[in-house]
């Protein structure tokens, strides 16, 4: 017995992945994808929480920065489910 066949990503979502840098190859495990894109998402909130901290960012201006952070990472908020095909 083999490994489960996956279902084959979307191209919209095979697109979102390849603008972080992350490589969707052929089988891929849909929620593997998606945990390597939250690292990419999380390490960006602590350099946000970092600028804050030494103070590049206004504490004013903050939850804008992470609103336009969460606007760059969309697919997290997409249900792995409709990942695929």
């Known amino acids: 017995m083999g ?9 919209s979502v095979r697109n979102a992945l390849a603008a972080h840098g992350v490589v969707a190859e052929d089988g891929a495990d ?10 990419l998402y ?11 901290k030494a103070g590049e960012i206004a504490k004013e201006d903050y939850a804008a920065h992470v609103e336009a952070l969460r606007e760059r ?11 695929v095909e």
């Open 3 to 11: 490994k489960p066949a996956v279902s084959p990503l979307r191209a």
């Open 42 to 52: 999380l390490e960006e909130v602590r350099r946000l929480k970092e600028k804050r």
């Open 73 to 83: 990472f969309p697919l997290l908020s997409l249900p792995l489910p409709l990942w």
């Open 30 to 39: 849909p929620s593997s994808l998606r945990e390597r894109l939250n690292d």
